[in-house]
């Protein structure tokens, strides 16, 4: 390859520009471990991607340096430096410039996915018109935003429902669930697949070819009949006031209007809305101590009997994967009924992934039924997951705290409230620890 400006030009991006005329653009951001969308690395972004236009290349390609993963979207971290809606849209009106431009080359463009593609980075990939993958089981492509009480920022809702259709893309959004590349594929979220990391860069040149085609997006069905049902499951479970992130994404599709301009429109403003809410600042606090908690990890765990409060869907789920992984478990709920559906759940979670029916019956003897409650005295960790209401959850702890032990953790599966509100009941509200689980 002849270089069309010096590695050393650009801190985060590698660009060069092959005999063939095509420009190769690699994402290596410094200092990290993975490629992750910082502030710093979408305003270079900006200056790399002008640089490559201006250089009227016959193919534009983008590619991953990272031994691993390909973007794991924005950095967390630098959200709580956003104060206004005018901020937040300021910046995303520069990211939009950025992807515009890419969207506007008048040569072919081909992103090459490698690995985990979410959030921002599923958004830029986006942007490009062709997408390549590798077809493994570590290339995943998704909306994770939803989990921190958000939308994509970055076009994603207008880009996803114009590529794989508006259903398709609501349900994306909405869910937060990532596709593997397979089903990703076949939803027309990506266009090819290659069965390996060094097949990426030819099949990258087959499609500046014009030899690779568009994915065409399956017929998909009523999408205002779709949005209802989610809604009322939504509704089912909690509100527009406890987490209005969802709800938002519902409006959003049910817009008039839902061409793409319309739809970039409406998720920019929904964005910085949506960003400075109390629920999307303790979700996204709710992460942030829970990433702390994963990165300072060492050693062997002094954790072995795990009491979960509230059999529900959610806690149920988090107390058969409890037993499942190896702890001893007890679960507590008002309901009787509630535990007896949850253990059944998990007898059935355990005969499809455990198959042996040796491992099945030790997970289920791990699994215990305690509507009194009499495990909180020798329990090590409580997770709380019952009702999104701060009265309840304050309840509930108070009472946990005066029956645990005093070196026990006190764990809340909270989606919204933050955490000094709900420790706010307890006498050492120091105890009290987010732990988020994403269903």
């Known amino acids: 390859m002849a270089m069309n400006s010096s590695p050393s030009s650009y801190k985060h991006f590698d660009l060069n520009i092959d005999d063939h005329s095509i420009a190769w653009l690699t994402i290596d951001v410094a200092g990290r471990s993975v490629n992750v969308l910082a502030q710093e690395v979408m305003e270079e972004l900006g200056a790399v991607v002008r640089a490559a236009a201006a250089a009227s290349p ?94 994509p920022g970055y076009g994603g809702s207008a880009r996803a429902a114009e590529r794989m259709g508006p259903e398709a893309a609501m349900r994306l959004v909405l869910h937060g669930r990532p596709m593997k590349a397979r089903d990703a594929l076949a939803a027309a979220a990506m266009d090819y697949l290659v069965g390996g990391r060094d097949e990426l860069e030819d099949a990258a040149r087959a499609a500046i070819r014009g030899e690779i085609a568009k994915a065409v997006p399956p017929t998909t069905g009523d999408l205002a009949a779709a949005i209802e049902a989610e809604r009322g499951a939504l509704l089912a479970r909690t509100s527009p006031e406890n987490m209005p992130a969802p709800f938002a994404i519902l409006d959003h599709y049910s817009l008039n209007d839902i061409s793409k301009n319309s739809l970039l429109n409406n998720e920019t403003q929904l964005f910085s809305y949506l960003m400075l809410t109390p629920a999307s600042a ?43 992984t190896g702890y001893r478990v007890t679960l507590q709920d008002i309901s009787a009924d509630a535990i007896e559906a949850a253990i ?77 509100e709900i420790g706010a009941a307890l006498a050492a509200p120091d105890r009290l620890i987010g732990m988020h689980f994403f269903n």
Not at 354 to 383: C, S
């Open 344 to 420: 059944v759940r998990a007898g059935t979670l355990y005969e499809r992934r455990l198959k042996d029916p040796k491992k099945v019956e030790a997970a289920m003897a791990r699994l215990t039924a305690d509507p009194g409650g009499d495990g909180l005295a020798t329990a090590d960790l409580l997770i709380e997951a019952v009702a999104e209401n701060l009265e309840i959850k304050q309840a509930v702890f108070a009472d946990a705290e005066k029956r645990m032990k005093p070196d026990a953790i006190l764990a809340t599966n909270t989606s919204a409230i933050p955490l000094e």
């Open 282 to 324: 303790g979700m996204r606090r709710n992460f942030q101590l829970t990433d702390a908690v994963k990165r300072a990890g060492r050693g062997d765990a002094t954790i072995s009997h795990v009491h979960v409060i509230g059999a529900g869907t959610m806690g149920g789920d988090i107390a058969a994967v409890a037993a499942m």
């Open 58 to 151: 016959k193919g534009f390609v983008f590619k991953s340096g990272k031994p691993r993963g390909f973007i794991f979207g924005a950095d967390v971290n630098e959200f709580a430096g956003f104060k206004t809606r005018a901020d937040i849209e300021s910046h995303i009106h520069d990211v939009l410039a950025t992807f515009r431009m890419i969207e506007e080359m008048p040569c072919p463009t081909v992103i090459l996915v490698d690995g985990i593609c979410v959030g921002g980075g599923f958004e830029l990939a986006l942007a490009f018109d062709r997408i390549i993958a590798i077809d493994d089981g570590a290339c995943q492509l998704g909306f994770p935003e939803i989990n921190l009480g958000l939308l």
